[in-house]
């Protein structure tokens, strides 16, 4: 009902939202933007209804995720055909049914990832922010995922921790799990002509995010 409000008080062919929002809205328009707002921001409602826009971001978004797919497969054989870090990575034996967008390597046992219980994963997510927002990117990501007390140990760790300033190396703890992570720009990959070019260069630079990761020396695992 507020949102058939708002379209009554805006212009035909204009967001009502829009209007709204500008400098000279009516109270009456402001409120009913703002109790919406509160709606949804609460998880109380969804208002906006469905409209030619989404069905068109729907039909991109599947193509994106089949991109983003290949990509990973790609990058993926290519990793798996090489050494990183002095070492070959490998993927599980038992891998879950994923959507695509991440793939999980298996790096040796006498790692730090294995001795901390670690997982290794590339994939493709909006770029985090240590404080766990996101910033509504699309970047591709090399990360060592953590069991979160030995997230929150390592945080502790000021020599770790300069290890990972130095590398340019993100660390966060969230309600889950702790991670390390370093990320590479969608727009980057979305810069070169082909999806071979793009393959190709994924999978250069996640080798070379892998062996940073795996080069780190966290020092003894306290929690064994």
């Given amino acids: ?41 609460k998880g109380y409602a ?34 798996l055909d090489d050494r990183v870090a002095g070492s070959w990575l490998k993927k599980p034996k038992r891998v879950s049914a994923g959507d695509g967008q991440y793939q999980r390597f298996t790096p040796r046992s006498r790692s730090w990832v294995s001795r901390y219980a670690g997982k290794l994963y590339l994939g493709f997510d909006e770029e985090p922010c240590a404080d766990g927002s996101r910033r509504n990117q699309l970047t591709a990501s090399v990360t060592v995922e953590l069991p979160r007390r030995q997230g929150e140990l390592l945080r502790e760790r000021e020599a770790f921790m300069d290890q990972l300033r130095d590398r340019a190396v993100q660390f966060a703890v969230d ?31 996640a080798k070379e995010a892998f062996a940073v990761l795996l080069a780190l020396k966290p020092g003894p695992n306290r929690l064994r």
């Fill in 46 to 79: 969804v208002t906006k209804p469905l409209t030619k826009e989404h069905l068109e971001i729907f039909h991109k978004a599947r193509e994106l995720d089949a991109t983003m797919g290949a990509l990973i497969a790609g990058a993926t054989e290519r990793i």
């Fill in 175 to 205: 309600d889950y799990a702790g991670y390390c992570w370093s990320s590479l720009p969608g727009s980057e990959l979305a810069a070169l002509n082909t999806i071979g070019e793009q393959t190709e260069r994924l999978a250069g630079w």
């Fill in 1 to 41: 009902m507020a949102e058939e409000a708002g379209q009554a008080t805006g212009a035909s062919d204009v967001d009502w939202r829009e209007v709204a929002a500008r400098p000279d809205a009516s109270a009456a328009q402001r409120v009913l933007l703002e109790l919406i707002w509160y709606l949804e921001e």
